[in-house]
């Protein structure tokens, strides 16, 4: 069992729909970090939380530490959000991280 | 906004060859970061560098690679004698818990 998991796998949506892509994790952490792959192949960070809730934009994410789950909240999605979205964990070691397998999303017009 | 600079974007070598992976990590950064890559696949975590010392590494990260921090600013990623499942696109990060990645090298090993 792999010890970050995301669902969905892959997602398609229409344009201005509500998306929510869940991480679950089955180890201690200190963070969980959500990241933004894009079609090239760039990596950008979105959130680090290691409690509560956060917002930027049109992206907020959660993470509930006792149930070992984190979601990532896309509101009014828009084409450009087209990319992979992975979630990665830090290990209570702070430097060991673990991936997730990421979620292609695709945003259609 | 400050970013990590890696070089070269693409490196192609021969299987066998030694390839060094630069990078500039943000300078006032103090935790630097190596993962890979293979295509289609997750991304994963090679080793961490803290204090001029490996601070944790993967079981991915054996012999044949090396870190090193030669002067302030540059973070290298050193393969040694590279395999054909070396071929991957290696990403450098720079800070602490939320790093800065860098744009990735894609490195093809023939």
């Known amino acids: 069992k792999n010890e970050v998991e995301q669902s969905p796998q892959n997602l398609t949506a229409q344009e201005g729909e509500f998306i929510t892509i869940n991480c679950s994790y089955s180890v201690g952490i200190s963070a969980l970090h959500w990241l933004q792959q894009h079609p090239g192949g760039g990596i950008v960070s979105l959130f680090m939380l290691s409690s509560g809730k956060k917002k930027h934009g049109r992206l907020i994410a959660t993470i509930n530490i006792q149930e070992k789950h984190s979601s990532l909240h896309i509101t009014a999605s828009h084409p450009r959000d087209s990319a992979v979205y992975i979630c990665?964990?830090?290990?209570?070691?702070?430097?060991?991280?673990?991936f997730g397998p990421g979620t292609s999303l695709s945003v259609i017009p | 906004e400050p970013e990590v600079t890696q070089t070269p974007s693409h490196q192609v070598t021969q299987m066998g060859q030694e390839v060094i992976l630069r990078c500039v990590p943000i300078s006032n950064h103090l935790y630097f970061y190596w993962y890979r890559q293979i295509l289609g696949q997750k991304v994963e975590f090679l080793v961490s560098?803290?204090?001029?010392?490996?601070?944790?590494k993967s079981e991915i990260f054996d012999d044949q690679f090396s870190v090193e921090r030669p002067d302030g600013s540059n973070f290298t990623l050193k393969i040694r004698s590279t395999k054909l499942e070396d071929s991957a696109m290696y990403f450098c990060?720079?800070?602490?818990?939320?790093?800065?990645f860098g744009s990735g090298t894609q490195l093809s090993v023939l």
């Open positions: 990060a720079s800070g602490g818990q939320g790093p800065t």
């Open positions: 560098f803290y204090n001029n010392e490996i601070s944790e």
């Open positions: 990665a964990v830090f290990k209570t070691s702070y430097d060991k991280v673990i």
